[in-house]
T-cell receptor
């Protein structure tokens, strides 16, 4: 079956760095997405990786290793507004998104 | 970036009535639109995938006669919840994939409360 795993919850301190991991097993691969979702709101797009390596976009970076079925989202210089759920999703061979359950990130002052 | 607009953002309806939610891609053409629902503190659950000009593909367990999806143009898909019941109260989110590329953008979501 298809499966996306990511930690349920993480806690980090304002100003610090946090890495949210995502491992996946899917039928086919057409890219991996990271989304941020604040409570009560729709997800917003953060990144899309289809090739191995690190993609940096401001304070957020996303890494992909297709051979390992692994990705991480790296958040630097954490701010209180970064408290949210972070969703990992993989697009399979049918171009359907397979979603992880999301990681709730709690930022403490 | 690409914008997907969803309307209404909040709607309250009476049990037994129908309510329509619209999803529009404002600055790109979307071949495929997805409809999700999300219960509080739970993951997104895909309800159906709609392709422009063809019938929607529903996920297992989603009643196609209850959740009517129409994707009449490359920029508009609608979800109609028919004979709404209180248990249909949820957050409904649409997303759209552009003709070019694989990135999927989300609408703002619609809160449905059935009383």
């Amino acid at each position: 079956g298809q499966n996306i795993d990511q930690p349920t919850e993480m806690t980090a301190t304002e100003g610090a760095i946090v890495q949210i991991n995502c491992t996946y097993q899917t039928s086919g691969f057409n890219g991996l997405f990271w989304y941020q979702q604040h409570a009560g709101e729709a997800p917003t797009f953060l990144s899309y990786n289809v090739l191995d390596g690190l993609e940096e976009k401001g304070r957020f970076s996303s890494f992909l290793s297709r051979s390992k079925g692994y990705s991480y989202l790296l958040l630097k210089e954490l701010q209180m507004k970064d408290s949210a759920s972070y969703l990992c999703a993989v697009m399979d061979s049918n171009y359907q998104l397979i979603w992880g359950a999301g990681t709730k990130l709690i930022i403490k002052p | 970036g690409a914008v997907v607009s969803q309307h209404p953002s909040r709607v309250i309806c009476k049990s037994g009535t129908s309510v329509k939610i619209e999803c529009r891609s404002l600055d790109f053409q979307a071949t495929t639109m997805f409809w999700y629902r999300q219960f509080p503190k739970q993951s997104l659950m895909l309800m159906a995938t709609s392709n422009e000009g063809s019938k929607a593909t529903y996920e297992q367990g989603v009643e196609k006669d209850k959740f009517l999806i129409n994707h009449a143009s490359l920029t508009l898909s609608t979800l109609t919840v028919t004979s709404a019941h209180p248990e249909d109260s949820s957050f409904y989110i649409c997303s759209a994939r552009a003709l070019s590329g694989n990135t999927i953008y989300f609408g703002e979501g619609s809160w449905l409360t059935v009383v």
